[in-house]
C-alpha cells in the first residue's frame, strides 16, 4: 500500500497515482486506486462524477463515518486498468468527525482491511494538507511516495512532512517506510528548476532516495481530458518511463518486504 502526500497542492500527485497504478496494472498486478482528497481530483480523471456518487453514499466518507462497508464503494476498472474507490466534496467533513474518535488516526486502516488481500498494490491520492484524513493514509499504508514539483514552495514543505512521517512511526505504523521523493514536472532548460533538484538533493541527503524527474510535458494535460493514464493515451512521452520504472521497483520492493 503506498501512500503519495505532499501537504502542497499542484504538485502532480493525482497524474503520478494514475500513471503509476496503470503502469503496475499493465504488468498484470491487482492494483486499486483510492481518492482520499475532497477535491476528487482522482474520481473526476477516472471519469466518474463525485456528486452522482456522493447522492448514492458510494463514496469514501461513507465508509469512514458512516455504516457502508469499503467493499461496497469499490468501482471495477475493467480488465487490465486499476480498480477505484471514489471521494466527494463530504470527505472535507470528515475531519472535524474524526477527532471525536478514540481511534481518529487509525479508522481508514480498520475499514480498509477486508479489502486489502484483494489486491496487490493500493495507492492512496492524499489531500494537499497534513490534517487527519493524511495521517490516517499514512498509518495504513506500507510506503511512502512523495510526488514534488520542482519550485521552491513545493520543495519547503518536504521537511515538515518528513517530520509528520516520523510522528506516525512512532506512534501509529512503526513499518512506514519512505519509498522515495519524485521530482514531478521538471524543465531540464529552467535555471530555477535545476536549483530546486539540486536543492532536493540537499535536504534528502543520502536518507532518501531521489527518483529521476518527470518532465514537463501537456500531454499529462491532455490524458487527464481524457481520463486516461499518459502512459495509456501518449506512451511516447518522455516522463512516462519513470513511471515504469517506478512500478518495476516498487514490485523488487515489495517482494523484499
Not at 474524526?98 to 491520492?125: E, H, N
Not at 499504508?141 to 518536504?158: F, N
Not at 481530458?225 to 517506478?246: I, K, N, W
Amino acid at each position: 500500500m503506498i501512500a503519495l502526500a505532499n501537504q502542497k497542492g499542484g504538485v502532480g500527485k493525482t497524474t503520478s497515482t494514475v500513471n503509476l497504478a496503470c503502469a503496475l496494472a499493465q504488468r498484470h498486478r491487482r492494483v486499486l486506486a483510492i481518492d482520499m482528497d475532497p477535491q476528487s481530483s482522482l474520481t473526476i480523471y477516472y471519469g466518474h462524477n463525485p456528486r452522482a456518487l456522493e447522492k448514492q453514499e458510494a463514496t469514501l466518507y461513507w465508509a469512514l463515518m458512516k455504516d457502508q462497508a469499503m467493499e461496497n464503494l469499490i468501482l471495477a476498472g475493467g480488465a487490465g486498468t486499476p480498480d477505484l474507490i471514489p471521494a466527494s466534496i463530504s470527505l472535507a467533513g470528515a475531519e472535524p468527525e474524526l477527532t471525536l474518535l478514540w481511534d481518529s488516526a487509525s479508522v481508514f486502516r480498520d475499514k480498509l482491511q477486508p479489502v486489502r488481500d484483494r489486491y496487490d498494490f493500493i495507492l492512496v491520492d492524499c489531500p494537499p494538507s497534513l490534517t487527519l484524513l493524511t495521517v490516517n493514509a499514512l498509518a495504513a499504508a506500507d510506503t511512502l511516495l512523495i510526488p514534488v514539483k520542482t519550485d521552491y514552495l513545493s520543495i519547503m514543505g518536504i521537511p515538515l512532512l518528513l517530520d509528520t512521517v516520523e510522528k506516525v512511526r512512532k506512534r501509529l505504523n512503526t513499518h512506514l517506510d519512505i519509498f522515495g521523493v519524485l521530482p514531478t514536472m521538471y524543465n531540464a532548460r529552467n535555471i530555477h528548476d535545476n536549483d530546486c533538484l539540486a536543492e532536493l538533493r540537499e535536504i534528502l541527503t543520502s536518507r532518501i532516495r531521489l527518483f529521476e524527474p518527470v518532465h514537463r510535458s501537456t500531454s499529462f494535460d491532455r490524458s487527464s481530458a481524457m481520463s486516461q493514464a499518459t502512459l495509456e493515451a501518449f506512451p511516447d512521452t518522455p516522463g512516462v518511463r519513470v513511471y515504469h520504472q517506478l512500478a518495476d521497483e516498487l514490485l523488487t520492493h515489495g517482494e523484499s518486504r
